[in-house]
């Protein structure tokens, strides 16, 4: 049986996330966040309050134990109204790596920051990248040395986002480290993941980025000197931590598909109002057949995503749920999701923004923010387009076709 339907509780969180938005979230405060380049302290106070943070995480943890349906509603929402794409950033960031953090880490870690940043009060991210590049993870360089019952961590990692929001309000980040030599053929084992508190000595942040987009969230990096954690701060087995990080990936690319849902769906209805308003000619614009088709192709491939989205998200928890699908199966589609949203989100934002003419190109129209903030998406937070046609290509055609080890 197919079943299209969210359930009772789904429809309550969907309403309840829109009205606190309608609230706190309004376009105005967007920009104002967007000008400032940071999130309040009170909206992030807020998101734990509504219980959105570490959402899929169990109650017993500080969680709701949602499932990825349920987090993918809330992450639609959150898209919808912060167009500018920095506090679903967050949203998204804290609820796939918190997710995976506390799946496998020890109680000293879930006490340390999985419950406090549940609540709003500490960040957790993921570092991965360094300068040498983000998309090979298993040819990272950071080194994590045992030495008695502690890890030495040396190594720089960039482009991390939440550095700053992890300095003020404490945390830290999921951060994966070499702990054994490569082997030939096999680059992704030997990898360890940790839990990197930001305040370790040792560690230092690099400066912010200055991005084109997401202004209200930072990106930095995080640089290791002889960094000690306590083997307590390992995050599952030693040498599995590629494929927990393949794991946070999965549900961090689910979740940045339905953000781009939200904020194409927002773009399409203020491109409505727009065309219905708008005059020129005699007319409003909406009556011209070279902007309804226009009109009518976003709307059409908005739907077809937002199938993509949700049958992926129903997948992703039969796989956790149910074990009925492996995740192998469910990774293609999760790729797909990644492929697909970002592009067309930023596809509607820039559509919609040549309807709107002149004023489109202001900072006066909302829209300008959700074309740089969905950039990073599309250019690859959490994963190229080219890496997510990679998995494609590999579950088609078989491991043996990957052009690279
Ligand atoms: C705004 C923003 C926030 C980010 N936040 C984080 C974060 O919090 N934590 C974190 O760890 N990282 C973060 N990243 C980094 C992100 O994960 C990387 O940008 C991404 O993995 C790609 O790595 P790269 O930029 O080094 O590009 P590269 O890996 O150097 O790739 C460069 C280009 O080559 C292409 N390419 C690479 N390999 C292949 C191949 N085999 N076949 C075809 N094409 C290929 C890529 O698709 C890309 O177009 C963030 C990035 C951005 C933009």
Not at 158 to 183: C, D
Request: aromatic residues 10%.
């Amino acid at each position: 049986m197919v079943n299209f339907c969210f359930t009772e509780e789904q429809e309550l969180l969907r309403k309840a996330v829109r009205e606190w938005c309608k609230k706190e979230l309004t376009l105005e405060k967007i920009r104002e966040m967007d000008s400032k380049g940071e999130i309040p302290r009170e909206i992030i106070k807020g998101l734990g309050d509504l219980g959105l943070l570490l959402m899929t995480i169990p109650e017993e943890h500080g969680g709701a134990n949602a499932d990825w349906t349920t987090a993918c509603v809330a992450a639609e929402e959150l898209g919808y109204a912060d167009v500018s794409i920095a506090v679903p950033v967050l949203f998204l960031v804290e609820n796939a790596w918190g997710f995976v953090t506390d799946k496998y880490c020890s109680e000293r870690v879930r006490e340390e920051v999985i419950r406090k940043a549940a609540k709003g009060d500490a960040f957790i991210g993921i570092a991965s990248t360094e300068a040498g590049g983000g998309s090979d993870v298993a040819a990272i360089k950071t080194a994590g040395v045992k030495e008695g019952n502690q890890w030495i961590l040396n190594g720089e990692k960039t482009y991390i986002s939440g550095t700053e929001e992890a300095k003020k309000i404490g945390g830290g980040h999921f951060l994966i480290a070499r702990t054994a030599p490569p082997l030939p053929g096999a680059a992704h084992k030997g990898l360890t993941a940790f839990y990197l508190p930001i305040n370790t000595p040792g560690v230092e942040i690099g400066k912010r980025f200055e991005e084109m987009g997401r202004m209200a969230i930072s990106t930095g990096s995080i640089i290791m000197d002889n960094a000690r954690l306590p083997d307590d701060y390992r995050v599952g087995e030693e040498g599995k931590g590629f494929y927990l990080t393949m794991e946070g990936f999965d549900n961090a690319r689910l979740l940045i598909g339905a953000t781009c849902l939200g904020a194409a769906q927002r773009a399409l209805e203020l491109g409505i109002e727009y065309l219905k308003e708008r005059k020129a000619f005699g007319n409003p614009i909406g009556k011209y057949q070279g902007i309804q088709f226009d009109l009518a192709e976003m709307w059409a491939e908005l739907e077809a995503l937002r199938s993509l989205v949700y049958r992926t998200a129903w997948m992703n928890d039969e796989k956790y749920k149910n074990k009925r699908f492996t995740p192998l199966e469910v990774v293609k589609y999760i790729s797909a999701v990644k492929l697909k949203a970002p592009s067309f989100a930023f596809k509607v934002f820039e559509h919609v923004m040549l309807w709107m003419g002149a004023w489109g190109y202001t900072k006066d129209c909302p829209l300008e923010m959700g074309l740089r903030g969905i950039m990073s998406y599309y250019i690859g937070a959490e994963g190229t387009m080219n890496i997510q046609r990679t998995v494609i290509a590999r579950e088609l055609l078989g491991r043996e076709y990957l052009s690279y080890k």
